[in-house]
């Protein structure tokens, strides 16, 4: 058995998990409620405050303003809450839904290159050659969460939910499933370090000009990436339940939709699986469309430490990026009536995804054959 | 009335000019609170919550509380209207059964032996004020009310007089004296 292995992916999930995620999560939490309260003109978080350091001048009142310790309060709360199971549920799926919607959002996080290289390790928890079909599959099951919790609760609004999830999630997969066929005709891999490699020589599929060399190919297959970018994007808004398209929660109808009857640190599981999905989306959509840990100019793999480094940083802020683009949105636009949103995943994205897969190839045909 | 649905143009249709102008309007709400120090708190009053309470406008409807007669006594008869309306059950009354209490004023039947209200259950819906006859329960302006335990947050009928304070009204009861005492006397002069 090769010890090494062993004990380097152990290390990297921790670190991917405890170091990276759960602290993202947390802090997204709080960027979005200051973000939504600065576009509300509202303050947001400002009283938490930890008893040294809040004490510190200047740094210490600046960190509570911003409500740096906000997410250890929240967390805290969430906690120590009452947990309350109303006696009409169905246990064992009650218990489970959270936990189902949890995981997922983990499990995709597995096959993101979040860097190149660090020493001699490659930044990438499992480096699965289908890593794209393994993402999917592993999406697919996020719903399952939501609909258990649906059926579990037992009442009307988490139910109402729970379908509403289902055909949601389900349409739009098929949209983002095919959203991204074009790109991996382009990339000819479905190893997502492979297709950043790809990007990081030959330009981002969704900016062609990010590229160490310029080449006419990714220039003519530019307008088919901007669209199988645009699809997954909205795909993506849809995946995680977001708003424009939160219907699953949507709290002005549905109450809180399928989490109505939870509280406590099962309620707290759905909302951080929400915002590890969102986390897991935007490192989808840097992987695949925007080049990765890539720059140009940093687009070999790294072989010191320091570069090791900056890739891991250059592949975390194009994901902070996506992370305010998907705070944002929710705060900008209304949401999209049921049959909008079908008619929108059905009527307009799957066909125009395979328009483009079509065209995609025929480019590529042609390029090839000459 | 018929509204008219004008049929959306295809710019309109395309979704993308509502979300720039979507943008457009969060975009100059954020600069201004983040870069301009600007907010609402700023505007509409002199700061932030606890520090500064909230100046609660007359009809506000808070907490439910029992309401003294210009006399001071209970104008609650224990009719019991206000338990049966209650749409989450928060109010109990406890009536004083067939030789119990009797009301400590004159033109009342009776008075409630013990009047609960669970302000953990109530909804501040107003229910219990539309439907006393007596004019005895009122929705006033308490809308932080804080409890340490379950049980103190059940109001009881002396708790809840105290809170309530003295509230005049339409003084019914004593025109109905007033108006049985003149027609005591013949020829009735009102
Ligand atoms: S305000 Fe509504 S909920 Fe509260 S005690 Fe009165 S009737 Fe009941
Ligand atoms: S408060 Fe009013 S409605 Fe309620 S029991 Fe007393 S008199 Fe009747």
């Given at each position: 058995m090769d010890w090494n292995f062993v004990i380097f992916s152990t290390l990297k999930i921790l670190c991917v998990i405890f170091l990276a995620l759960m602290p993202m999560v947390a802090y997204a939490v709080l960027a979005e409620r200051k973000i939504s309260a600065f576009i509300q003109d509202r303050v947001g978080p400002n009283r938490v405050s930890l008893p040294l350091i809040g004490g510190i001048p200047i740094i210490g009142p600046f960190l509570t303003r911003w409500g740096v310790w906000q997410p250890m309060a929240d967390g805290l709360k969430a906690f120590l809450k009452e947990d309350f199971t109303p006696n009409y549920v169905r246990k064992a799926y009650f218990w489970l839904a959270p936990a189902l919607t949890m995981t997922p959002a983990f499990l995709t996080i597995?096959?993101?290159?979040?860097?190149?290289?660090?020493g001699n390790q490659k930044m990438v928890i499992a480096d699965l050659n289908v890593g794209i079909l393994y993402t999917f599959g592993i999406v697919s099951l996020g719903v399952y969460g939501i609909v258990l919790a649906g059926y579990a609760s037992n009442s009307k609004y988490p139910f109402l939910g729970g379908i509403r999830s289902t055909a949601q999630m389900i349409s739009y997969e098929i949209a983002m499933g095919m959203s991204v066929i074009p790109v991996f005709l382009v990339a000819?891999?479905?190893?997502l370090s492979k297709i950043v490699e790809r990007q990081a020589l030959e330009g981002w599929f969704a900016l062609p000009f990010m590229a160490q060399q310029q080449t006419l190919m990714s220039y003519l297959l530019w307008p088919c990436a901007m669209i199988s970018f645009f699809i997954f994007l909205v795909s993506a808004f849809a995946e995680t339940n977001r708003l424009p398209f939160d219907l699953p929660e949507s709290e002005t109808e549905l109450?809180?939709?399928?989490?109505?009857?939870y509280s406590s640190i099962k309620f707290a599981l759905f909302f951080m699986g929400e915002y590890a999905n969102m986390i897991a989306a935007s490192c989808m959509m840097v992987t695949l469309f925007f080049g990765g840990w890539s720059l140009p100019g940093l687009a070999t793999p790294a072989n010191t430490i320091l570069a090791g480094l900056l890739h891991i940083g250059v592949f975390v802020g194009k994901m902070l990026v996506f992370m305010v683009l998907f705070i944002w949105v929710r705060w900008m636009l209304p949401r999209f009536r049921y049959d909008q949103l079908m008619d929108l995943g059905w009527r307009r994205f799957v066909p125009l995804a395979l328009a483009n897969i079509l065209v995609t190839a025929t480019v590529l045909l042609l390029l090839n054959s000459k | 009335m018929i509204v008219q649905r004008k049929p959306l143009t295809f710019w309109e249709r395309l979704y993308l000019p509502a979300i720039a102008g979507g943008f457009k309007v969060t975009w100059k709400h954020f600069r201004r609170t983040l870069f301009g120090g600007d907010n609402a708190a700023k505007q509409t009053s002199k700061g932030y919550y606890p520090e500064v309470p909230w100046t609660v406008a007359d009809g506000y409807r808070g907490a439910p509380y029992l309401l003294k007669d210009q006399d001071g006594n209970t104008k609650c008869v224990s009719c019991q209207l206000c338990e049966f309306v209650c749409p989450p059950k928060a109010i109990k009354i406890t009536p004083p059964g067939d030789s119990g209490l009797k009301a400590d004023?004159?033109?009342?039947?009776k008075m409630p032996l013990e009047f609960e209200i669970n302000m953990l259950r109530c909804i501040f819906c107003g229910f219990c004020q539309e439907v006393c006859p007596e004019e005895a329960i009122f929705l006033q302006k308490d809308y932080s009310l804080t409890g340490l335990t379950r049980s103190e947050m059940i109001y009881d009928k002396e708790k809840l007089l105290a809170l309530g304070g003295t509230n005049a009204g339409i003084q019914k009861w004593k025109h109905k004296l007033e108006e049985a005492k003149v027609q005591e006397t013949f020829p009735v002069k009102l």
């Open positions: 597995a096959v993101i290159p979040f860097g190149s290289n660090l000819g891999d479905l190893n109450v809180a939709g399928y989490n109505t009857e | 004023r004159s033109n009342a039947e």
